[in-house]
């Protein structure tokens, strides 16, 4: 393996590890036999160098085919028309949402309940039929990480969990706007804090702190469910009593604060950030594995794992060691480690290999 400077890459050579963006998005996997146009490809994300295979024996050697046969499942999802409609569909309600807010907190204008639960709604029912929220949303993250595209993943991914636990419709459309509006309190935020690219002091993070609270003040006067305003006020909280900003547990916490809370924790954590790129689904599957049942009502963080891991089943993943393969089965005791195909037809079995994890769904 050679550390190769961009510049002075030729077609041909052969990939040894795989190249990330600077947003942390895969752009060529280990083993691809490079073209010109995939080097003016690198040139364009602004890549300095990259790990090319010494020789043709050491490709050669590899038991991978070469990846330009291998298409992700992320490839097809975004290659599919169904995405691309999503995708259409989702700006412009970001558009919509973020006019809605913003003239909510410079106006004070009231809330058109039914019309921010219909535009989320919509962008629900029309596109998600043969692709899951999950497809969508993990291929949106190279697109759209602001404030308001989390807003709507908190909605659409606490719409599905709500779903998963049966909740009526009406109160999944309560559910809906609450996740919409469960951040409100960030716009009176400063902005420099909420951007930061390095880690906040004590100060700044009490300032983030702030926003249950700020957000619940600015719902108060605004003719809405209880359960929307006690989610943008308890959404922090954690049954176990770690939360902000009062430290309540279990029964204190309302039912709804408590499913936007899985929701809001899993879509910050597998998005990108300007401090950090985002996790990938299975490290933060295995977090929620560790700790979630203390913090989290556990009816609900095991009926979103189950049904989660369920819905990357069959997807593309990236081991540590640069291995790829597809999800093929599901290991019921350990949901992070399921059972993977690689591109080689071996079978590796994550339960039984402490040593390797999925690093990226490609
Ligand atoms: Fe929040
Ligand atoms: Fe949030």
Known sequence: MKKTATKDLLAGMVTAMPVYSKSGQMILPV???LTTQQISRLEFYGITWVHIQEDAKEASNTDA???EEFVSYSQKVRKSREFHA???DYNKKTQVLTSSIND???KNTAVDSNSLIKQVSSLYSN???SLSVFDMLHNMRQIDDSTFAHSINVALIARMLGEWLHLPEEDLDVLTLAGLLHDLGKCIIDDKILTKPSALTTEEFDEIKRHPVEGAKLLSS????IRIKEAALMHHERCDGSGYPSGLQGSEISDFAK???IADVYDAMTSNRCYRKGLCPFEVIATFEREGLEKYEAEYILTFLTRIIDTYMGNSV???NGSIGNILMINNQRLSRPLVRLTSNEYVDLGKHPELYIQAII
């Open 259 to 261: 499913i936007i809370s």
């Open 222 to 225: 605004q003719d809405l469910d």
């Open 65 to 67: 085919p070469p990846q």
């Open 86 to 88: 999503f995708k259409v």
């Open 104 to 106: 909510l907190i410079t």
């Open 31 to 33: 083993n691809t036999l």
């Open 318 to 320: 990236l081991l540590n």
């Open 127 to 129: 596109h998600l039929t």
